[in-house]
């Protein structure tokens, strides 16, 4: 059964860091597409960033290059997503997926999703 759990959403202020972990169980990330995505209210689901099957290549939406940085450690089977320079555009619930087949992401088509976790950039 495969299991992704998100963690290290908050409230912060804008232009403040939050660094967010999916632990995955019953897949291994190294072989997987594996993505972050965010729903802020009112709006749909969209792309944050994701890290492909083969070689490890990252994408990044335009409204976060430069500001946060995707990583993935083989060895404890996790994802991290580094955001740094907040704002409050950034407000949404943060998800990882996984997708053990296709090279990338595919916003509306990943086979494994988490619970999320809720970002909120407010002063």
């Known amino acids: 059964q495969v299991q992704l759990v998100e963690s290290g959403g908050g409230l912060l202020q804008p232009g403040g860091s939050l660094r967010l972990s999916c632990e995955a169980s019953?897949?291994?990330?190294?072989?997987?597409?594996t993505g972050w995505f965010r729903q802020a209210p009112g709006k749909e689901r969209e792309g944050v960033s994701c890290?492909?099957?083969?070689?490890?290549?990252?994408y990044y939406a335009d409204s976060v290059k430069g500001r946060f940085t995707m990583t993935r450690d083989n060895a404890k089977n996790t994802v991290s997503l580094q955001m740094n320079s907040l704002k409050p555009e950034d407000t949404a619930v943060y998800y990882c997926?996984?997708?053990?087949?296709?090279?990338?992401?595919?916003?509306?088509?990943?086979?494994?999703w988490g619970k999320g976790t809720l970002v909120t950039v407010s002063s």
């Open positions: 019953g897949i291994t990330l190294a072989h997987s597409a």
């Open positions: 997926a996984v997708d053990p087949v296709q090279p990338w992401c595919k916003t509306d088509d990943m086979d494994y």
């Open positions: 890290i492909n099957n083969s070689d490890g290549a990252i």
